[in-house]
């Protein structure tokens, strides 16, 4: 896993500095915080969610409620942790009042700064967490269900997979073999494998 050099840490911070101060859509009126970014900065993995809930917007880090917790479950399965092994941001930085989905507009006015993200990081791997992540990625019509586990090419030669949002993965508890829990591991362990063959 290679880390950022002092540059690109640098470029990092600036965005960030950008971020605190932005307001280009009404969610800046509504946030306690910008949750910019968490985990670790590295050019290896990157993991995209949605955007920060209540407890998010608390504490200005990502997936730090339930469905945080339940990824960091899953990422320990296979030995991943997020101080060791990935980036993680969301779509938009700022929490969407009541979870609401994030609105067209609100998207394309945060874009930048995720673009910005990906450049700076350049990760090989991108897991695109959930439905929101997905279509702000990925041309494609497709839900979720029908693309989940499947490798894209992705920015600056990356591969990017879709993976289900641990929220969902909440709602559907099942353990059986095909359900979304099992499919989830399915996943987990192919990434585990692509990540050990990349340098
Ligand atoms: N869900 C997300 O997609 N992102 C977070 O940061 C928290 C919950």
């Known amino acids: 896993m290679t880390l950022l050099t002092e540059q690109e840490n640098k470029e990092l911070d600036k965005i960030k500095e950008k971020c605190l101060h932005c307001q280009k859509c009404p969610l800046s009126k509504t946030r306690t915080n ?43 399965s296979v030995g991943f942790s997020r101080n060791e092994h990935l980036y993680i941001c ?14 067209p507009e609100e998207k394309e006015a945060c874009k930048e700064y995720l673009e910005a993200q990906i450049n700076i990081l350049k990760p090989r791997i991108i897991l695109l967490c959930g439905r929101v992540a997905v279509q702000s990625m990925l041309d494609t ?54 990540y050990d063959l990349m340098d």
Request: one cysteine or more; proline letters at 9%; charged letters at 25%.
């Open 141 to 194: 019509k497709q839900g979720i269900i029908k693309i989940r586990g499947k490798w894209f090419e992705g920015p600056n030669f990356s591969k990017m997979m879709p993976i289900y949002h641990p929220s969902y993965l909440l709602r559907n508890d099942s353990r059986e073999k095909g359900s979304p829990k099992w499919q989830m591991w399915q996943d987990i362990q192919e990434i585990r494998r692509v």
């Open 90 to 103: 969301n779509t938009l930085k700022c929490r969407p009042p009541e979870n609401r989905d994030p609105l």
């Open 34 to 76: 910008i949750v910019f970014s968490g985990g670790i900065p590295n050019h290896k993995m990157m993991l995209i969610g949605e955007a920060p809930g209540f407890y998010e917007d608390q504490k200005g880090e990502p997936f730090v409620g339930k469905a945080g917790q339940l990824l960091d479950k899953i990422l320990a």
